[in-house]
């Protein structure tokens, strides 16, 4: 479950994890609110090419509310490298001109789109998505009503409550472009 309370701003309370980072921070990670999904590790060598997607069921007690996805991949020694990230309005989940407010409990696919990339990911490393609500000073602020943007007040707030789905019967899915598996090598 993530809750998004509008009143939070989450960015404030990891700023300073923000301060040091190097390729082992994953300082997005410590919010309270943010929950983590990671893979097995590669049995192999897997070259990956093209727009990696995430289709992430959900369901909510609110008519709107925003997410914030990243993939990181997590190598070995525990160093990590972003592969993606994509922030999204439930409202405009289908379309970014045509507004479509959730109703209660109503379950719904919520598409991600990621960067294009080319990339080895090596035997061993695995895949980390985060999910976060998008509470920033740096992105324009929802107050989960489903009102007017730009013109709700504080009172107006809600608090929203997301299930995320991830059961066989309700599967998200992350989406790798995977261009080939790698072989081990023989030494040769």
């Known amino acids: 479950m993530v809750v998004d309370d509008p009143h939070e701003l989450p960015e404030l309370e990891v700023a300073k994890y923000a301060e040091n980072e190097d390729l082992k921070s994953q300082f997005r990670g410590f919010e309270k609110r943010a929950i983590s999904f990671h893979s097995e590790p590669f049995e192999r060598d897997t070259e990956v090419a093209g727009q990696m997607r995430l289709k992430l069921l959900v369901e909510a007690d609110a008519p709107d509310f925003d997410l914030w996805a990243q ?9 990590t490298l972003k592969l993606g990230e994509d922030i999204r309005r439930a409202r405009f989940r289908n379309s970014a001109f045509k507004q479509e407010l959730l109703k209660p409990n109503q379950t719904v696919e919520i ?18 998505l985060t999910i976060a609500p998008m509470n920033s000073p740096n992105f324009q602020k ?36 995977v261009a080939a598996s790698v072989p081990p090598s023989t030494g040769q």
């Open 71 to 79: 993939v990181l991949m997590v190598l070995p020694d525990g160093s």
């Open 111 to 128: 598409p991600f789109e990621f960067y294009w990339m080319a990339r080895r990911i090596p035997a061993g490393a695995r895949l980390q």
């Open 142 to 177: 929802n107050y989960n009503s489903g009102g007017r943007i730009g013109y709700e007040k504080p009172e107006d707030i809600r608090v929203a409550h997301i299930k995320v789905f991830h059961d066989a019967e309700h599967a998200s899915q992350l989406i790798l472009p």
